[in-house]
């Protein structure tokens, strides 16, 4: 099932999988995972409260994908299980939370504070995942129990880890970035280096490369 795909421009690959994120969220790290508690809204009719049971419906699937953080690492071949993003979409919140045809742009909220947002369309993709296991074990609270987000066409600060809510919205009047707006891609598609705006993405590479020992290190720090 390994696939090998040729790395992103710009990107190089480690051998393992660190916590990471934007530092100011470091310090929010808890080993006691919550279980799933999803509240679904935005411009919905009805707004959903989701458990794991409500997911229970979806049918289960593993994918094997490279993960690729704005700041350079990628961590390749990565089995995750979980559900896919379409059939969330389309067998629970179509039916059940019914949201305005005007939906384009999808907003994930999680524990810690962090947020993202995505166009819808991209989240459609074939490859996008709610995971909550990671290595055929369960997702651990390392790596963003009890859910997260994984898009792997996108950079790592799109996959929103311990989500907590997902909201359905027409435009981004709504979101918020977590960091500096220039480091906030609406897209951020690592096959066109979209890292972040107004910089192009080959200057973004030499701003953070710099700065993925110093992270790692204090996720790492965090989590003892
Ligand atoms: N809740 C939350 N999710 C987050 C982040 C964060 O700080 N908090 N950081 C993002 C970034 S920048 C990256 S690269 C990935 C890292 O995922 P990992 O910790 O599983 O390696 O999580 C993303 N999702
Ligand atoms: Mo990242």
């Not at 896919?84 to 045809?101: G, K, M, T, V």
């Not at 995505?118 to 009890?146: C, F, Q, S, T, Y």
Request: with cysteine; aromatic share 12%; charged share 25%.
């Amino acid at each position: 099932m390994t696939q090998n795909h040729p790395l992103p421009p710009g990107q190089y690959a480690i051998d393992h999988f660190p916590r990471f994120g934007l530092t100011k969220y470091a310090k929010k790290y808890s080993s006691q995972t919550a279980p799933l508690s999803l509240l679904i809204s935005g411009d919905v009719e009805n707004q959903l409260r989701l458990t794991e049971h409500d997911l229970d419906k979806l049918t289960r699937t593993e994918q094997i994908s490279d993960f690729h953080c704005v700041t350079t690492w990628t961590r390749q071949n990565l089995l995750w299980g979980g559900f896919r993003f379409r059939d969330f979409y389309q067998e629970i919140i179509q039916p059940e939370a019914r949201p305005s045809d005007e939906v384009a742009y999808v907003i994930f909220r999680c524990q810690d504070g962090f947020r993202s947002i995505l166009p819808l369309a991209d989240l459609l993709a074939d490859d996008v995942m709610l995971a909550d296991r990671l290595a055929g074990e369960m997702l651990p609270a390392k790596h963003g129990a009890p859910l997260r987000l994984v898009t792997p066409a996108h950079y790592g600060y799109k996959s929103t880890k311990h989500l907590t809510a997902i909201e359905f919205w027409s435009d981004e009047s709504k979101f918020r970035p977590p960091m500096d707006r220039f480091m906030s891609h609406p897209r951020a598609r690592v096959d066109y280096e979209e890292r972040g705006r107004w910089f192009p993405g080959w200057f973004l590479r030499y701003l953070y490369r710099p700065l993925v020992k110093s992270t790692i290190r204090l996720f790492e720090r965090t989590m003892k």
